[in-house]
């Protein structure tokens, strides 16, 4: 165990020194995000504000501005896209290099992930958290949320991130047989950003697509950590969303295995 941390333990110190290396861009990419963020909370506010009904989808007005900008912090930390980079290494034909290395190939880029993770929790998302906690208790008269919420969040936060990267690896296989996949990269953020609840939760879509939703693994990567950390999900039913995660990451990492065996069996590499 040892020797293995010692060995992929720099992909993430290297992905961190590469996020600060570039941090101007980073924290524009996070503006922008942060300003979409706020776009979605006077959307939402407009919503309650029309509605004759205090509780919309599950969730009263309050609920929903934490539920905003904890979706935000979320996803910021969750959805470390690992596909492009598996893109990029087809595209330049570093990945074959990778497979002569001593090293396994879809781990490597899941420490390069914790690494962006960490950074992404200590740079942005804590601070935003902060803010959240601060504004729900001074402006919204509501109290600090409960430690055993909190732990259990980050503990499903992990899982989503297992879940996001390990579904995110599977679908950058696709660059081994189209290549170029940065169309299809566009359109599986966007469609993400709506099966994940980044935009509307889950609870606001009709019922059948709502049950639909519960034997894919896209509401488990945004929609459950910020239903657990609103104090949505106890008892019985927060630890079935817990094994449910569970599972989620234990079948995508043998599915991942399984298509990984395929596309390296069809590589091919010109050239020296």
Same mark, same amino acid.
């Given at each position: ?75 910021? #930390?969750?959805?470390? =896209? ?48 902060? /803010? ?15 430690? =055993? ?6 503990? =499903? ?25 940065? /169309? ?15 935009? #509307?939760?889950? !609870?606001?879509?009709?019922? #059948? ?10 509401? =488990? ?9 609103? /104090? ?24 991942? !295995? ?15």
């Amino acid at each position: 165990m040892k020797k293995k941390l010692k060995i992929y333990l720099p992909f993430a110190s290297n992905e961190l020194k590469r996020q600060l290396a570039y941090k101007g861009a980073f924290y524009l990419f996070i503006l922008v995000s942060l300003f979409g963020s706020f776009i979605n909370y006077y959307l939402w506010m407009a919503i309650y504000g029309s509605s004759e009904n205090n509780i919309l989808g599950g969730l009263t007005k309050n609920e929903m501005i934490i539920y905003v900008f904890m979706a935000y912090v979320t996803s910021s #930390i969750v959805t470390i =896209s690992i596909s492009d980079w598996v893109s990029d290494d087809v595209v330049k034909g570093t990945v074959s290099m990778n497979l002569i290395k001593p090293i396994d190939y879809r781990a490597s880029l899941i420490v390069r992930a914790t690494g962006d993770m960490i950074y992404r929790f200590l740079a942005p998302a804590i601070f935003i958290w902060i /803010g959240v906690e601060v504004y729900k208790v001074h402006w919204l008269g509501m109290p600090f949320t409960n430690i =055993s919420y909190i732990f259990f969040y980050l503990l =499903s936060c992990i899982m989503s991130f297992l879940i996001y990267v390990l579904f995110d690896f599977c679908f950058g296989m696709i660059a081994f047989f189209t290549t170029y996949i940065f /169309g299809m990269l566009m359109a599986k953020e966007a469609l993400l950003s709506f099966l994940t609840g980044q935009l #509307i939760p889950i !609870s606001f879509f009709p019922e #059948i697509f709502q049950n639909v939703f519960q034997y894919l693994p896209f509401s =488990s990567m945004i929609y459950t950590p910020v239903m657990i950390y609103l /104090g949505k999900y106890t008892g019985e039913t927060l630890c079935f969303m817990l094994l449910r995660q569970l599972i989620w990451v234990l079948f995508l990492y043998i599915l991942g !295995s399984l298509i990984w065996k395929k596309v390296t069996k069809r590589l091919v590499v010109l050239g020296g």
